[in-house]
Each structure stands twice: as structure tokens, then as C-alpha cells.
């Protein structure tokens, strides 16, 4: 029992302690030289409890998210390793969660994926043999069991994994219930991190539901440092589910600096997320604009905050 509670990962032992956790993510370039990479990885050490490392987002080819969360281990920063159900069969996700455990990955967070229709190369075939729930699911049972589905035992190590589901917050009408979340959590979910939502009143609102159904699983709610109102228009318009209020839109247009005010409007939303019930931390997510992270981490002062509503 001892070494069932035992934390396998540092991201799990921190969601556990109640403090208010930040994560990061990093999308790996269309390269084979590992150092771009590192580049963008290396300055979220230490200020990050753990990054997460995109797998073919926005369904293009980038470096594998397999190869680049070992780069991060042996970086000393912990990985969040992205798995989408839509490039892999059953067979070569088991393969590869075999293959990241043996390369000292613990976290994984599971997806669906973008459609490749949304991609540079919309004749790709997608496969979704799973998903995402279905995928939670086997994995856990391979956890659970240390054996592949058809019984045969794993050698080696117990499969210790931590793992993540994505969900997309809402403004809750009435009688809205998270049943997407809820069928997640029940698959096997150990966190959940969210679509960009920028929003806290929304969040505030969201998270009450969440917990009027009884719900404490840790929550990482996404947020970005916009750049400018041109890109917070974009990200509200192209990326499902993101949630931009207008206000923050007409800060950025009114700004000398739209790049410092989306740091400065970052940075208000992560100190407003550390004093909402039942929000675990946050995940800060810069697509192409990847220098801004540590800073807002720095500049909030929230990571590592003993939360007053702990989830566990």
C-alpha cells in the first residue's frame, strides 16, 4: 500500500501537496538537431514542475514527442509526454508507452488529436483505433495489471505512470453536467489539463460545477501570454473551446506594448487562478512565442503557492 501512494512522478507529488502547480508546453521543431528544442525547453527548469511536449499538434509534422521528452529527461526537466490516439494503432501505442517508460517518462497525456484535414498534409489517413477515453482506459489497465490487454505480462519495472486527460472549460448553462470530464476520470485520469481559457470569471463558474459533482481531480487550467489582439482574435476564432474576453482583446489593441500588457494580462489571470476553489495550478501554453513563458511564471509568483482549497 506503501508504494501504491508513493508519488510517480514529481508533477503527481506536487499536485498532492496542494500547491498551486505550473506546468508549460513546448512544441518541438521540423528539425533533427535536438538543440532548438532545448532552447525553448531549457529556460522552463526549475520554474516549471514539468513541461509537456506536443504530439504533431495542429496535425503537422514536428520532431516525435517521444524523442523529445527523453531529451527532457536527460535535460533533468520533467516530460509530460503527449500520445494522440490519431497517428497510432492500439499495437504502437502500447510499443511506445513501453518504449517511454524504459526512457524515465512517468507522465502521459492522452488525446485525440487534430484532424489532418486541419493540417499541411490533409490526404494523411487518421486512425483513431481509440479514443481518448478508450486509450485512458487501456492504459490504465496496463498499470493496473503490468500487462498488455491480451494478459501477457510486462518484464521489467511496474508501469508507475501518471496520467493526463485534456477537457475544454465552459460558461455552465443550466443543468450542465461534466459527463465528458466525469467518463475521463472514471477511464483512469490523474489530472486534467485545459484548452486556453483566459477567463476567470468563466473558470470560477466552471469549477463550481465541477466541484457540485464531485469532482477533485487536479485541474491545470490553460492560459497564454497573447501577444497581441490580432492573436487573441485568431486563437478565439481558430482553436476550439478557447475562451478570450473581449476586454483582454481591447487592452492589447489600446497597448503601447501589446506584447508587455499580454504579459502583464497573463500574469493578472494566473494569480486570480491560484484563488479559485478547486483549480490545481495552471498550464501555460506560447505557441511561437515560447521566451514569454518563463517570465510570466516568474512575474505571477503563484508556482509553488500552498493553496488555501487544496484538491487533495
Excluded at 251 to 272: M, T, Y
Amino acid at each position: 500500500m506503501v508504494a501504491e501512494r508513493r508519488a510517480a512522478s514529481e508533477l503527481q507529488a506536487r499536485l498532492r501537496s496542494g500547491q498551486f502547480v505550473v506546468t508549460a508546453e513546448i512544441t518541438p521543431p521540423v528539425s533533427t538537431d535536438p538543440a532548438e528544442f532545448l532552447r525553448r525547453a531549457m529556460p522552463l527548469k526549475g520554474l516549471a514542475i514539468a513541461v509537456n511536449v506536443t504530439d504533431g499538434a495542429g496535425a503537422k509534422v514536428h520532431l516525435s514527442s517521444l524523442a523529445t521528452a527523453h531529451f527532457l529527461v536527460q535535460s533533468g526537466i520533467e516530460p509530460i509526454f503527449q500520445m494522440t490516439c490519431r497517428d497510432r494503432n492500439r499495437l504502437a501505442l502500447q510499443g511506445d508507452l513501453l518504449g517511454a517508460v524504459s526512457l524515465g517518462i512517468r507522465n502521459v497525456l492522452v488525446l485525440g488529436g487534430d484532424d489532418p484535414k486541419a493540417g499541411d498534409q490533409p490526404d494523411a489517413k487518421p486512425v483513431y483505433d481509440l479514443d481518448s477515453r478508450g486509450l485512458l482506459a487501456m492504459f490504465h489497465r496496463m498499470r493496473a495489471e503490468n500487462a498488455l490487454p491480451t494478459g501477457t505480462k510486462i518484464e521489467g519495472p511496474p508501469l508507475r505512470l501518471v496520467l493526463g486527460a485534456a477537457d475544454v472549460p465552459l460558461d455552465p448553462p443550466p443543468g450542465w453536467q461534466p459527463k465528458s470530464l466525469q467518463a475521463k476520470v472514471a477511464a483512469g485520469a490523474d489530472f486534467v489539463q485545459t484548452q486556453f481559457c483566459m477567463d476567470v470569471d468563466v473558470v470560477s463558474r466552471y469549477m463550481a460545477r465541477v466541484r457540485d459533482a464531485g469532482f477533485t481531480v487536479p485541474m491545470l487550467i490553460g492560459v497564454a501570454p497573447i501577444p497581441s489582439a490580432r492573436s487573441a482574435r485568431w486563437m478565439r476564432e481558430k482553436l476550439f473551446g478557447t475562451i478570450i474576453p473581449e476586454a483582454h482583446i481591447q487592452r492589447l489593441e489600446r497597448a503601447q506594448d501589446a506584447r508587455a500588457e499580454g504579459r502583464k494580462i497573463c500574469i493578472e489571470v494566473l494569480r486570480a487562478l491560484a484563488e479559485i476553489p478547486g483549480v490545481a495550478g495552471a498550464h501555460v501554453m506560447a505557441p511561437m512565442n515560447f521566451a514569454e513563458i518563463p517570465a510570466v511564471i516568474t512575474g505571477s509568483g503563484v508556482a509553488g503557492r500552498k493553496l488555501a482549497h487544496a484538491v487533495h
